[in-house]
């Protein structure tokens, strides 16, 4: 059974930081594309950042671009985001995703972990 276990949200100020853990079992972690996708209150789900399963080669969206830094540790199938500078348009709920970017919106996901930033 897939698995995707997300952590590490919570409430932060404007320009502060969080750091997004996402557990994953079930399926060859290792091996796979992960994504962070999001959806903010009253929007659609948004694709966020997206890692080769390599562990170096990443791509993200033009809104949170040289603000978020996402990564992963396949040793401990576990997929991170790190997320700075933060705005109150990055208010949603974040959940990993398995895929890349052309599936992450479609992917099974976890169950989230809501980030809220207060201006």
């Known amino acids: 059974e897939v698995q995707l276990v997300e952590s590490g949200g919570g409430l932060v100020q404007s320009g502060g930081s969080l750091r997004l853990s996402c557990a994953g079992s079930?399926?060859?972690?290792?091996?796979?594309?992960m994504s962070w996708v999001r959806q903010g209150p009253g929007k659609g789900l948004e694709w966020v950042s997206s890692i080769h399963s390599n562990e170096v080669s990443t791509w993200y969206s033009d809104s949170v671009k040289g603000r978020f830094t996402i990564s992963r540790d396949n040793s401990k199938n576990t997929l991170y985001l790190q997320l700075n500078s933060l705005e109150p348009e990055d208010t949603a709920m974040y959940y990993c995703?398995?895929?890349?970017?052309?599936?992450?919106?479609?992917?099974?996901r976890g169950q989230g972990t809501q980030v809220n930033v207060s201006t």
């Open positions: 995703s398995i895929g890349n970017r052309d599936v992450a919106l479609r992917s099974p």
């Open positions: 079930g399926f060859p972690f290792s091996a796979s594309p």
